[in-house]
Antibody, heavy 120, light 106 residues
Framework: EVQLVQSGAEVKKPGESLKISCKGS????????IGWVRQMPGKGLEWMAI????????RYSPSFQGQVTISVDKSISTAYLQWSSLKASDTAMYYC?????????????WGQGTLVTVSS | SYELTQPPSVSVSPGQTASITCSGD??????TCWYQQKPGQSPVLLIF???QRPSGIPERFSGSNSGNTATLTISGTQAMDEADYYC?????????FGGGTKLTVL
């Protein structure tokens, strides 16, 4: 069974750093792209970044370029999203999801979401 | 940057057909997919590659894509279909989501 299991909820202060994770299982981790999607409270889905574990090829949405860093550890089938300095506006639910292609693909499996709260 | 436009809300009576549109420049030249999201849950893939249904998705969900508009059609809408729906496509290797449509079944 394909699963993407994300790390737990986080409460952070502005200016702090954070790294959240997404562990894949039940499939060949290196043959699917893993992307991250933000959903701010009461708002829609926003694609942030994506990585191919097979060769570490990476793409960022222009809206998030320079704001976050996506990475992966193939040895433990885990993808990460990290911030170096959080802002209150980073408060949101973050989902990871996999896709077979970044030209014609679709996100067929999603993680359960990681709620990040940034507040002083 | 590429944009996908959806109506913020659509209402439908139980048993009737609901249509949710997604508009973008030459969207018909791209593959579009659709997701359903219920409150407090992760999105679920409903339609991929314009009109394909993943296993487990009821036949009442169908999709089409032509010109500048993709359409998600829900036939025989049920109360359980009340949710937010998002379209998604790729443009220059960037994923783009529509703003979402809240479907109300009343």
């Amino acid at each position: 069974e394909v699963q993407l299991v994300q790390s737990g909820a986080e409460v952070k202060k502005p200016g702090e750093s954070l790294k959240i994770s997404c562990k894949g299982s039940g499939y060949s981790f290196t043959t699917y792209w893993i992307g991250w999607v933000r959903q701010m409270p009461g708002k829609g889905l926003e694609w942030m970044a994506i990585i191919y574990p097979g060769d570490f090829d990476t793409r960022y949405s222009p809206s998030f370029q320079g704001q976050v860093t996506i990475s992966v550890d193939k040895s433990i089938s885990t993808a990460y999203l990290q911030w170096s300095s959080l802002k209150a506006s980073d408060t949101a639910m973050y989902y990871c999801a996999r896709t077979p292609s970044i030209t014609s693909g679709y996100f067929d499996y999603w993680g359960q979401g990681t709620l990040v709260t940034v507040s002083s | 940057s590429y944009e996908l436009t959806q109506p913020p809300s659509v209402s439908v009576s139980p048993g009737q057909t609901a249509s949710i549109t997604c508009s973008g420049d030459k969207l018909g030249d791209k593959y579009t997919c659709w997701y359903q999201q219920k409150p407090g849950q992760s999105p679920v893939l409903l339609i991929f590659q314009d009109s394909q249904r993943p296993s487990g998705i009821p036949e009442r969900f169908s999709g089409s894509n032509s010109g500048n508009t993709a359409t998600l059609t829900i036939s025989g809408t049920q109360a359980m279909d009340e949710a937010d729906y998002y379209c998604q496509a790729w443009d220059s290797r960037n994923a783009v989501f529509g703003g979402g449509t809240k479907l109300t079944v009343l």
